[in-house]
């Protein structure tokens, strides 16, 4: 008996391998538990090499298997016309439309070196697919859900941090992966790799992370409607975390504003910034929403004292999130003060300050609190459950 990913194989030909895993890879996540995720995207990409760094793959040119591909082979792949061009040392194997290598076995890797432009080298978990357009080769990482949110987790926070907090991560990693998986159905993929999703930078090695995904393994966060939760998080509150309609309209009973003591003294929980006075009036009164006469704009513009998260700046009808994106701040968490020619803005927190606070949520977890409950901390009323258990629910 042969494992392929997360699947048993028994007496099977490598074409019926094949179109078993093809049929796997293209199952919506209801049916299997498998990302398609659009790597090295941003980048023009002419020219890249592929490595086997862990076990045996298939390589599949449109829809054959032309080589089966070891760790001692080297495969180029180059942008050809709109097509792309497989080498390897001793032959050109000429030029596809779609090349796959698919993995033989699970914890299977390969090691991806793009040689035009010159980066450094990245290792995926599972299988790759390779496509062109006129101008770029375009990467796709066809993995397994928690090989995935493992990469997510160490990509979002690194390996050093607590346990507890880890594991916490790695729900919401895999939450909002389930939860945004058509976010790029256009382009032929579940999600893309930066920040406009989940950063995912490579696959982890980190024994710890690893760990952290396998206990929390098909475990997701919904609300009272059986939906997975908007899984949101930044990286310091200042002390109190907002509604999710004070910073995106949308209001979300589960992402509630809490008062948050954890996160306070740590790094990111503090800023200032000094504007000159005349910049700072002549932007309130350009931007404001209504008339306001020059005493009243220049005493909110000189003393402005937000003790608990606010959304407007003083009676300028002003919302806060557009100061934060115009002045490139930290957060909307911020009080004024006057300083001769010049005003301070002395700011708490760092990020738009929904959902869970991962400086409060890690001082949480070291201070010995669960995962459970930090969770229930940060988001109000929601349950955590198995994907498995949702899928019994939604079947019904």
């Given amino acids: 008996m042969?494992?392929?990913?997360?699947?048993?194989?028994c007496s099977m030909?490598?074409?019926s391998v094949f179109i078993f895993l093809w049929i796997c890879l293209c199952t919506s996540w209801i049916h299997a538990e498998t990302m398609s995720i659009g790597v090295m995207r941003s980048k023009v990409i002419k020219s890249i090499v592929v490595t086997p760094d862990e076990g045996g793959y298939y390589l599949f040119a449109d829809g054959h298997k032309i080589l089966d591909v070891g760790t001692s082979s080297m495969i180029q792949l180059s942008l050809d016309d709109g097509r792309v061009r497989v080498r390897s040392f001793d032959q050109d194997m000429g030029s596809y439309h779609k090349i796959m290598f698919l993995s033989e076995n699970a914890d299977n890797s390969l090691r991806l070196k793009p040689v035009y432009p010159d980066m450094a080298i990245k290792k995926y978990d599972d299988h790759l697919e390779i496509t062109a357009n006129n101008s770029s080769l375009l990467l796709t990482n066809k993995v397994a859900l928690e090989d995935y949110v493992a990469g997510v987790v160490?990509?979002?926070?690194?390996y050093k941090a607590a346990h507890e907090?880890?594991?916490v991560q790695a729900i919401l990693a895999r939450t909002y992966a389930l939860s945004h998986a058509s976010r790029h159905v256009n382009d032929g993929y579940d999600l893309c790799d930066?920040?406009?999703c989940q950063v995912y930078a490579h696959k982890t090695i980190h024994y710890n992370i690893l760990d952290a995904v396998r206990e929390t393994k098909g475990m997701v966060l919904i609300d009272n409607n059986?939906?997975?939760?908007?899984?949101?998080f930044h990286s310091n509150c200042g002390g109190q975390t907002s509604n999710s309609e004070d910073v995106w309209l949308t209001q979300k009973p589960y992402l509630r504003s809490v008062v948050d003591t954890f996160c306070t003294s740590?790094?990111?929980a503090h800023w200032t910034l000094e504007v000159s006075k005349s910049d700072w009036k002549q932007y309130l009164k350009t931007h404001q929403d209504k008339s306001i006469d020059d005493t009243a704009l220049d005493r909110v513009a000189c003393s402005f004292p937000q003790n608990e998260r606010q959304v407007f700046y003083a009676s300028t009808d002003i919302p806060l999130k557009n100061i934060r994106s115009d002045w490139n701040l930290k957060s909307t968490y911020f009080s004024v003060v006057e300083k001769g020619e010049h005003v301070i803005l002395n700011g708490r927190g760092y990020g738009h300050g929904v959902g869970l606070c991962q400086e409060g949520a890690m001082r949480m977890a070291l201070l010995?609190?669960?995962y459970k409950e930090i969770l229930e901390y940060y988001y109000e009323g929601v349950n955590l459950v198995s994907i498995e258990a949702l899928k019994f629910f939604l079947e019904e």
């Fill in 2 to 9: 042969k494992r392929l990913g997360d699947f048993y194989i």
């Fill in 154 to 158: 160490e990509a979002e926070v690194g």
């Fill in 13 to 15: 030909t490598r074409k």
């Fill in 226 to 232: 059986l939906h997975m939760i908007t899984a949101a």
């Fill in 368 to 370: 010995g609190k669960n």
């Fill in 165 to 167: 907090f880890l594991k």
């Fill in 194 to 196: 930066d920040v406009h």
């Fill in 266 to 268: 740590q790094h990111n």
